[in-house]
């Protein structure tokens, strides 16, 4: 099991492609914990989401590609309410973001744990606590990440993009 510090390492090192299942419908980072409060109240500042979007925009301009396939539930967390209102600046800066349904991911057989799938060879397996990310299970396994690489293939292919995306808020 890997810390929350060598998971930080990987968001870091990867070379050619990262992408991610997100299934949860409310993340409890500490450093959304105020961007959330402000949408909420009606005061949304993005601020704190320079450091991805820059992140994004050196990845895509040196050639790498990074991806998520973001399961939603209908009607919408407030959670998720929150990481829509980020979704267009994300997609403007290169990263490639996907919907899908939590009906429609459960007909698919969607695992039901998070995870990154670096470089086509390494699966990491979020886990999660009261404070986020608390760790991540690594995964090396060529039969394992071919699973998790069949899981991605089947999501990007019945996800929608964000501007068909239509749910209840």
Known sequence: MLSR??????????RTSAWRWECQGVYREPSEDEPLRQ??????DL???????????????????IGRVRMVTDPLTDYLRFELSITPPAIEAGEDIRFLSS??????????EDFWLFDEEVVLALRFGEHGVSGA?????????????AWRDKAN??????????LTT
Request: hydrophobic letters at 45%; charged letters at 25%.
């Open 5 to 14: 510090e060598e998971f930080k390492e990987w968001m870091s090192n990867w």
């Open 39 to 44: 949408f909420l109240a009606g005061e949304p």
């Open 47 to 65: 601020g704190w989401f320079q450091g991805w979007l820059t992140r994004v925009r050196t990845w895509t301009a040196a050639g790498q590609r």
């Open 103 to 112: 009906a429609r991911a459960a007909e698919l057989g969607a695992p039901d």
């Open 137 to 149: 299970e690594l995964i090396t396994d060529p039969g394992k990440v071919s699973a998790y690489r």
């Open 157 to 166: 292919a019945a996800a929608v993009l964000f501007t068909d995306l239509h």
